[in-house]
Structure formats: C-alpha cells, structure tokens
C-alpha cells in the first residue's frame, strides 16, 4: 500500500470483528465495489479469535484498495498488524508515551462530543482526524451524548482537519446535515447489516454527494 499522506473525506465504515469471519469478508469484498475512505475494525474481538489474523487480513482487503485501516483504541496490536493507525474513543493519558512506542506515520483519530476541548486537544498534538458522536440517537452508539450542530460549527473554527459524523446515521438522514461544513460519515450497521451491503453503500455515497452539493453552495 502507499502510504497515505492524510485522510481522504467520504465514507468511514466500521466492522465489527464478532461477526462471523466468512459474512464479514463477504460484506466487506461487496462494499468495496464502491468507493470507502476508511476502515475501522472496532475494538469488540471475541476471546477466542486470533486478533493479529483477522486484522492483517482485513488490511491485505482494504489496502489492496488503497484504504487505510484504524484500529479502535487497542494501539498495543498496532505493533503486531499492518493497521494504519488508531481512533481513540477518549483521550489517553500516555498519548506521548503512545506516539513514541508506535511506528513513524502512525495516523490518529479521536471521538468528539461536545467539549471543546478536545477539539483544540487534536489540533494541538496534529491529529488525522477527528469524529463527533453521536450525532443522531443509535443502539450502537449508546454511550455517547447527542452533539449540537453549533458544536461542529464551532469546531471547523478551530480546525481544518477532517471531520467526521458518528452515530445514528443512516441514508435517509444525511440530509438533515445541511449546512454543515464534515468530511465524511461514520457506519457500522446501516451497511454491515444489510441484505446488500454494496447498494446501501451506494446510496450512502448518492446523499453524501447530494449534500456535499447543497453544501458548497450554500
């Protein structure tokens, strides 16, 4: 793969690494026939799986497609994968110490609620990205608090770095985003859990294109 200098805008697709291995590939094979920005592998690994396994072989997918793969939080298994980077759901502590243990162009994300905070956190220490959750309410994004929109507003402010939407997002709501200045979106169920995953893809690309339009000329 060639190392990707930052992270490109559009659709940010989360996989779940309980699902059973086979749908899992499939699904992710049949998304890939439409364009995807990034993969995070959620940090939800059944005991018995071999992690290294199941995480080199999703990057042999995705960077055969030039797609950069997250690791969520688990940064220790950066050390033994080809994951591009880590999305940290809080802030660490050791951060430092973390960025100095990790490989040269080890990329970062973080999620974003609505302190400001962080936000200026990420700017300050040249995050990749940053991912605002939850933006509507989801089952999947449960532990997160609703984020204002003057929150996001507030954060292009601050930075130019891309921003994502997490949480509750499905097709038929993106356009409720008007007027909003993000990146890309977010999604774990909306496509992984669908009959068929390349057509929900599809038109989770459709809005995001439809709104993208509204939004630059607005």
């Not at 939800?44 to 199941?54: G, H, Q, R, T």
């Not at 292009?156 to 770095?161: D, F, G, K």
């Not at 993106?174 to 390349?198: Q, R, T």
């Not at 038109?203 to 995001?208: G, V």
Request: aromatic share 8%; net charge negative.
């Amino acid at each position: 793969m060639t190392k990707i200098a930052k992270i490109r805008g559009g659709l940010y697709l989360v996989l779940d690494p309980s699902m059973h291995r086979n749908e899992l590939f499939r699904k992710l094979n049949e998304v890939f026939q439409e364009k995807i920005a990034v993969v995070q592998i959620w940090d939800n690994f059944p005991p018995s799986i071999d992690e290294v396994e199941l995480v080199n072989e999703i990057c042999d997918v995705c960077h055969s497609r030039d797609v950069p793969v997250f690791l969520n939080n688990n940064w220790h298994l950066k050390k033994s994968t080809r994951a591009d980077g880590i999305h940290f759901d809080i802030i660490p502590e050791n951060f430092s110490e973390i960025r100095e243990e990790l490989s040269a162009g080890c990329m970062f994300g973080v999620t974003c609620t609505n302190d400001l905070s962080v936000i200026h956190w990420a700017e300050e220490n040249k995050l990749d990205y940053i991912s605002f959750c939850s933006i509507f309410p989801s089952q999947t994004s449960n532990s997160c608090e609703l984020v204002s929109f003057d929150t996001i507003r507030k954060a292009r402010e601050i930075t130019s770095m891309p921003i994502f939407l997490a949480g509750g997002i499905q097709y038929q709501n993106i356009k409720n985003l008007k007027n909003i200045k993000f990146e890309g979106v977010a999604v774990i169920s909306g496509i992984m859990s669908s009959e068929d995953p390349k057509q929900a893809t599809r038109e989770y690309l459709s809005e995001l294109k439809r709104i993208k339009n509204e939004n630059s000329h607005n």
